[in-house]
C-alpha cells in the first residue's frame, strides 16, 4: 500500500478520479453529443425524430443534473459530520470563554479549523472569531497540518 503524502494547504484538495476524470467527462459530452443530435434533426419535419431529440436531451440534462446534485449531497453530508466533530473537538480544548463562543464560528471556519494540530486550536479559533477569518485564511494560518484522509 502506498504511503499517505502529508497534507498541506497546497495538496489537501481531493479528486475521486472516477467522478471527477470519468462520471462527469461521460455524461458532459452525452448532453453536449444530445444537444448536437437535436441541432441536426431539428429541421426535421418528422415528428419522431424531433421528439426523440428532445427527449434525449432532457434526459442527458437530467442525468447531469443528478450527478452534480449527488455530490452535492455527498458534501453537505461530510460538511455536517465534520462540524459536528469540531463542535466536540472544541468543547474538549477550549477554555470555557472561548467554547462559549463556539457557536459564533460560521460554517466555513469549523471546517477549516479540522486541519489544525489541538495546540493551535484555541488560537486560531480566538483570530478566526476576532478577525472574521475566511476559510481558507484559516487554513494558510495553520503551522501543523492535521490531515484529513477521508474527505473526498
Known amino acids: 500500500m502506498a504511503e499517505k503524502v502529508p497534507q498541506t494547504f497546497a495538496n489537501h484538495t481531493r479528486f475521486d478520479p472516477l467522478y471527477h476524470f470519468f462520471a462527469i467527462p461521460v455524461f458532459a459530452l452525452a448532453l453536449l453529443a444530445a444537444i448536437i ?3 441536426a434533426h431539428i429541421t426535421s419535419s418528422d415528428f419522431r425524430d424531433n421528439f426523440h431529440a428532445v427527449a434525449l436531451v432532457l434526459l442527458a ?3 447531469v443534473v443528478t450527478v452534480l446534485k449527488l455530490r452535492l449531497y455527498a458534501l453537505r453530508n461530510q460538511d455536517r459530520i465534520i ?3 469540531e463542535r466536540l473537538r472544541l468543547a474538549t480544548l477550549l477554555s ?3 467554547r462559549s463562543r463556539i ?3 460560521t460554517d466555513a471556519q469549523l471546517i477549516a479549523i479540522r486541519f489544525a494540530s489541538d495546540a493551535e486550536v484555541p488560537g486560531l479559533v480566538e483570530r478566526a472569531l ?3 477569518l475566511s476559510r481558507s485564511d484559516i487554513k494558510k494560518a495553520i503551522q501543523q ?3 484529513d484522509y477521508s474527505r473526498i
Open 37 to 39: 443530435h437535436l441541432f
Open 61 to 63: 440534462s437530467a442525468l
Open 83 to 85: 462540524r459536528l466533530e
Open 96 to 98: 470555557d470563554r472561548l
Open 103 to 105: 457557536p459564533e464560528l
Open 130 to 132: 476576532n478577525e472574521k
Open 145 to 147: 497540518w492535521r490531515p
